[in-house]
């Protein structure tokens, strides 16, 4: 195969889970012109990647208009067809995705197993080995489905070393030295029920402190920076607060020099579990099965609830669902993890 496009727009952390089919395709076609097309959030985190080749970004909300629409469809037309292609991967499975697949032109379109929004017409649903198995793999048995080998499965993420540098310097701002050991604490989560409670990360935070482990807190937006304020003010020592202060490039950086990093099914502990940091999950609405840490799925915690794995965004009887997962619990997982 000489061209192949991959459709995987968002969100974070299902852009992460699919990197490994960029590595797949390569492997088996090495001299195949690959071209993601993917939206803005996701778009600095694959330009880390070594084997994708071209970025198209698809910016959605510009075509939430008629006139944005008539306006914008037509350059992405032409940037998506000025190559010819062997097989277009829509690992997405939307409508939005499986029309941009459809501008690919290409003799073979195939899809996830679970398509969804009539994406199944436009492009083929594989349901491989894995399709009731973890997602990364799911996406890879699209890849195995147009020949690739997968003998390795690999993030592929370089951090440019200018970003290394700005992340050592941002650290130091902070007032930590990176060659110090520390733990990152992803606090937030677009769902509400996939954050663990502030208090029980003031809790783990002062025990890890106990135990000369640094606590650094990460994540981004107005309420992940509020829950950072709640956390150091229920702590003996506030931890590291880099809320907002850093660039995907530069929290790859602070993820792949962690000790140990522990939050809940979000972008940063997928991304930390991809680039083989220790990573501890805590779940309760999804099903560690499919979202749980890839390739250590047994630091995923899951909550003793009859309810878990409804896959609902917030929960419909009001409970704080992570708040069931005991900080002695945690404690416990870091102990087998760091071998303490």
């Given at each position: 195969?000489?061209?192949?496009?991959?459709?995987?727009?968002?969100?974070?952390?299902?852009?992460?889970?699919?990197?490994?089919?960029?590595?797949?395709?390569?492997?088996?076609?090495?001299?195949?012109?690959?071209?993601?097309?993917?939206?803005?959030?996701?778009?600095?985190?694959?330009?880390?990647?070594?084997?994708?080749?071209?970025?198209?970004?698809?910016?959605?909300?510009?075509?939430?208009?008629?006139?944005?629409?008539?306006?914008?469809?037509?350059?992405?037309?032409?940037?998506?067809?000025?190559?010819?292609?062997?097989?277009?991967?829509?690992?997405?499975?939307?409508?939005?995705?499986?029309?941009?697949?459809?501008?690919?032109?290409?003799?073979?379109?195939?899809?996830?197993?679970?398509?969804?929004?009539?994406?199944?017409?436009?492009?083929?649903?594989?349901?491989?080995?894995?399709?009731?198995?973890?997602?990364?793999?799911?996406?890879?048995?699209?890849?195995?489905?147009?020949?690739?080998?997968?003998?390795?499965?690999?993030?592929?993420?370089?951090?440019?070393?200018?970003?290394?540098?700005?992340?050592?310097?941002?650290?130091?701002?902070?007032?930590?030295?990176?060659?110090?050991?520390?733990?990152?604490?992803?606090?937030?989560?677009?769902?509400?029920?996939?954050?663990?409670?502030?208090?029980?990360?003031?809790?783990?935070?002062?025990?890890?402190?106990?135990?000369?482990?640094?606590?650094?807190?990460?994540?981004?937006?107005?309420?992940?920076?509020?829950?950072?304020?709640?956390?150091?003010?229920?702590?003996?020592?506030?931890?590291?607060?880099?809320?907002?202060?850093?660039?995907?490039?530069q929290l790859t950086y602070i993820l792949q020099n962690a000790q140990l990093v522990?939050?809940?099914?979000?972008?940063?502990?997928?991304?930390?579990?991809?680039?083989?940091?220790?990573?501890?999950?805590?779940?309760?609405?999804?099903?560690?099965?499919?979202?749980?840490?890839?390739?250590?799925?047994?630091?995923?915690?899951?909550?003793?609830?009859?309810?878990?794995?409804?896959?609902?965004?917030?929960?419909?009887?009001?409970?704080?669902?992570?708040?069931?997962?005991?900080?002695?619990?945690?404690?416990?997982?870091?102990?087998?993890?760091?071998?303490?």
């Amino acid at each position: 195969m000489k061209n192949i496009l991959v459709v995987k727009l968002s969100a974070i952390g299902d852009v992460i889970h699919a990197l490994p089919v960029s590595y797949a395709i390569k492997e088996t076609y090495p001299d195949a012109h690959l071209t993601w097309v993917v939206e803005p959030p996701a778009y600095d985190l694959l330009t880390m990647n070594p084997y994708i080749d071209e970025i198209i970004v698809f910016e959605k909300k510009k075509f939430k208009s008629i006139g944005g629409f008539l306006s914008n469809y037509g350059p992405l037309k032409r940037k998506i067809q000025q190559r010819r292609y062997d097989a277009v991967l829509d690992l997405q499975g939307l409508f939005k995705s499986a029309a941009i697949a459809r501008l690919g032109q290409a003799p073979v379109k195939l899809g996830m197993c679970n398509m969804r929004e009539f994406s199944d017409k436009i492009s083929k649903p594989v349901i491989g080995p894995n399709a009731q198995g973890h997602i990364v793999e799911r996406y890879l048995d699209v890849a195995r489905a147009i020949g690739c080998r997968v003998d390795q499965v690999r993030f592929p993420l370089e951090v440019p070393e200018r970003e290394a540098e700005l992340t050592q310097r941002i650290f130091s701002q902070a007032g930590a030295n990176m060659g110090n050991p520390y733990v990152v604490f992803a606090i937030g989560a677009n769902w509400p029920n996939k954050r663990w409670p502030v208090e029980s990360f003031a809790e783990l935070s002062d025990w890890l402190y106990e135990r000369r482990l640094i606590p650094v807190l990460v994540g981004g937006g107005v309420v992940d920076e509020q829950r950072a304020a709640e956390i150091c003010a229920q702590t003996e020592i506030p931890p590291i607060d880099l809320v907002g202060r850093t660039n995907f490039k530069q929290l790859t950086y602070i993820l792949q020099n962690a000790q140990l990093v522990i939050g809940g099914d979000t972008g940063p502990v997928h991304l930390s579990a991809g680039v083989g940091t220790n990573t501890i999950m805590l779940m309760g609405p999804t099903d560690a099965n499919r979202n749980g840490p890839y390739g250590q799925m047994e630091n995923a915690i899951e909550v003793d609830r009859a309810c878990k794995y409804c896959w609902k965004r917030a929960c419909p009887k009001q409970l704080d669902c992570l708040a069931n997962i005991q900080v002695q619990q945690v404690c416990e997982s870091i102990k087998k993890v760091l071998r303490l």
